[in-house]
């Protein structure tokens, strides 16, 4: 069975964008892509970490980065198609309500926990780490 990924061309340098253009892969498109790409993978991994985890607080820590995984596609689709030539590729784009959602969530979480007052220098655990991690690359 063939990859549908595999386009069989060789690597020109360039990269076909949603929008249909070939751009040269060190173009501002595509790197925007790719930190959105990174940001998707280490959210997702902080997500199973906390499932595998098996903490008693995990539905209300791994819902709000589920519904962050479709934000970062939909953002990925924006920026892939900056002019909204394919409107056929987006579902959907984020506006208000996304921001007013976010917001919710991080009073909601903050709510919950002790901020500390002074620099983290280190996490404490693997699963801090990866939030460390996630939230740098944000």
């Not at 360039?14 to 060190?26: N, Q």
């Not at 709000?64 to 909204?84: K, R």
């Amino acid at each position: 069975m063939a990859s549908p990924v595999t386009t069989k061309r060789g690597d020109s340098g360039t990269t076909v964008i949603l929008a249909g253009d070939r751009l040269p892969k060190s173009h501002p498109i595509l790197e925007a892509t790719g930190r959105v790409d990174s940001l998707r993978a280490q959210t997702a991994l902080l997500r199973l970490q906390i499932l595998e985890r098996g903490t008693n607080d995990q539905k209300q820590l791994v819902e709000p980065l589920f519904w962050l995984l479709h934000c970062y596609f939909l953002i990925g689709t924006a920026v892939n198609d900056p002019e909204c030539v394919h409107p056929e590729y987006r579902q959907m784009d984020l506006d208000e309500t996304h921001l007013a959602e976010l917001e919710r969530i991080q009073t909601e979480l903050e709510a919950k926990l002790s901020l500390p007052r002074s620099f983290i220098v280190s996490a404490s655990n693997s699963l801090a780490a990866q939030a460390d991690l996630t939230a740098t690359v944000a």
